[in-house]
């Protein structure tokens, strides 16, 4: 069993700083991306930010240039700076990690592993 715990949402107003953190734990074969999603009210699960294991990010296009996705591999966490916020970024951040779990003595299947979420709220 894989499991995330995300930390670090809150409240904030507009044109602040908010940083989310995601431990990643469990039976981990070897950890393939990270990465956040975010879902506001009434709207579909959307990309925030990924990292692969090479380093190599992916940013969604309304946070490029102001959110930052980072991890620390030796903790197996994933990090999302997110400054100049505006009130659209409004939502339920997801983190998510595909994954390979132990399955026995060997390693399973790629698989997505997603958090229970963090609410982050920005007021005007």
């Known amino acids: 069993q894989v499991q995330l715990v995300e930390s670090g949402g809150g409240l904030v107003q507009a044109g602040g700083s908010l940083r989310l953190s995601c431990a990643v734990s469990?039976?981990?074969?070897?950890?393939?991306?990270m990465g956040w999603y975010r879902q506001a009210p009434g709207k579909q699960r959307e990309l925030v930010a990924a990292i692969t294991s090479s380093g190599s990010t992916n940013y969604g296009d309304s946070v490029k240039g102001r959110f930052t996705i980072s991890t620390d591999n030796a903790k197996n966490t994933v990090y999302l700076q997110m400054n100049s916020l505006v009130p659209e970024d409004t939502a339920v951040y997801y983190c998510?990690?595909?994954?390979?779990?132990?399955?026995?003595?060997?390693?399973?299947?790629?698989?997505?592993?997603w958090g229970k979420g963090t609410l982050v709220t920005v007021s005007s």
């Open positions: 998510n990690a595909n994954a390979r779990a132990f399955n026995g003595w060997r390693a399973g299947d790629p698989y997505d592993y």
């Open positions: 469990g039976s981990i074969f070897t950890i393939n991306a």
